[in-house]
């Protein structure tokens, strides 16, 4: 009888998943869009953690949050803020966002709007500042400021213009597209930020902001291949959500990192977290740097491999081997793998050189117990201090005791409804 009611509630929550429709909607404000932000509230990837036990880049990544806010003038008044209890800190997903890396969100920051038109539920998540020293490696300096400045006062008004000129865009389809052009929607973001670029440009030429800053926006968002993630982030966060609550679903509907913790959320669990230590990534390193550098696995972009794509799209996009390490054969093997540990084939992201087989969708937990397989992570390496940014790229796995101790929650909740039944 349970195994009935599992098959058919992970039925119940893949329908959800399969049947989402992402759609970018527009482009507002933190403090004025995303549920419960204020001027004091300062959201961070991954699970929640408290101040004393985040790593440097997330902590950097805050002290720079606090200076762009002018909640603070230097480090150090911003640390004895962040320090002194004032400030609330909670984990983006508690508020239907996501962010990149340390995934800081402060209030005055611009963030894309993504609504799941199917369920009507909303995912919110920053514009991405681009690579080298930015705040979500948890760089803070002067140019980190300014160019947070710029994207709040110029880049994020042009967009928000040019959007409401073009209309809601597809994001469904447009992952769809990108995957089929060689993305894997986390770490190779070449084909969608492509697609962004043509979608909005006629628009953004009609805008009544001057050549020289069109001209700007336009080659910021071309000099940064990872533009395009943060609009996959969001738009995997809200066709996940509706899973939620699915009551008797094995079915994973939330990973993420704060540098400190990896945790899961099960979808027959609620707003549970699973947590245990983050895993020091294994990958290729910038010139000058070595595992004794890096940060431990951090960031709440593994949202798109727990949606199906990210690593489990590596088979998609098989020259990334060359930036996260592997060979062209690893990219296919991991992908394959993954229908191992999953409970369906994506009927719209969908791999050609698989035969354009639907990519591995819904973790199930009881899979990656019992075959002892589990989700591969492509991701960005950060310095372990704070100020000093990315220093390499590659894979990482989640800890399995995040795993064993959702299972063995969920055999709890089910003896417990047995007993009172």
């Not at 069109?214 to 996940?240: G, I, Q, R, W, Y």
Request: hydrophobic share 40%.
């Amino acid at each position: 009888m349970i195994k009935e009611k599992i098959a058919q509630a992970n039925k119940e929550a893949i329908e959800k998943i399969l049947s989402a429709q992402p759609t970018l909607i527009g482009i507002g404000k933190a403090e004025d869009d995303i549920p419960g932000m204020d001027k004091k509230t300062i959201l961070h990837a991954g699970p929640p953690v408290a101040w004393d036990k985040m790593t440097g880049p997330l902590k950097g990544a805050i002290i720079g949050g606090l200076i762009y806010e002018g909640l603070a003038s230097n480090e150090e008044e911003a640390v004895a803020l962040a320090e002194s209890g004032e400030i609330t800190f909670d984990s983006c997903h508690h508020h239907s966002a996501v962010g990149p890396m340390a995934g800081v969100v402060t209030a005055s920051m611009p963030v894309w709007i993504i609504q799941n038109k199917t369920f009507g539920n909303y995912a919110y998540c920053t514009l991405n500042e681009g690579l080298g020293k930015v705040l979500r490696y948890g760089a803070y300096s002067q140019e980190v400021i300014d160019r947070l400045k710029w994207m709040e006062n110029t880049l994020a008004p042009m967009l928000k213009e040019a959007l409401a000129l073009c209309g809601e865009i597809d994001l469904k389809t447009m992952i769809a597209q990108v995957v089929q052009m060689g993305d894997e929607g986390h770490n190779r973001n070449k084909a969608g930020t492509s697609l962004i670029i043509r979608e909005l440009a006629p628009y953004i030429v009609q805008t009544n902001f001057s050549n020289d800053d069109k001209t700007d926006v336009f080659k910021f968002m071309h000099s940064n291949d990872h533009f395009f993630l943060n609009l996959t982030m969001p738009a995997c966060k809200s066709t996940l959500d509706p899973a939620e609550d699915t009551k008797y679903s094995t079915l994973v509907y939330t990973m993420a990192r704060n540098g400190t913790e990896f945790g899961i959320r099960v979808a027959g669990l609620g707003n549970r977290w699973f947590t245990a230590p983050a895993e020091i990534i294994d990958g290729l390193y910038f010139p000058g740097y070595t595992t004794e550098d890096a940060n431990p696995d951090i960031g709440d972009s593994v949202i798109t491999e727990t949606t199906g794509i990210g690593g489990f799209a590596m088979a998609a996009a098989i020259p990334i081997v060359q930036f996260v390490g592997g060979t062209p054969e690893d990219a296919m093997n991991f992908s394959r793998t993954m229908y191992e540990i999953t409970e369906a084939e994506n009927n719209t992201y969908k791999i050609p050189v698989l035969d354009f087989r639907g990519s591995a969708t819904g973790i199930d937990i009881r899979k990656v117990i019992e075959t002892g397989i589990l989700p591969i992570i492509n991701t960005g390496i950060a310095h372990k201090n704070a100020g000093v940014g990315q220093v390499g790229a590659g894979l990482v796995r989640p800890p399995m005791k995040c795993f064993e101790d959702a299972l063995e929650a969920f055999v709890a909740e089910i003896e417990k409804e047995e007993a009172l039944s």
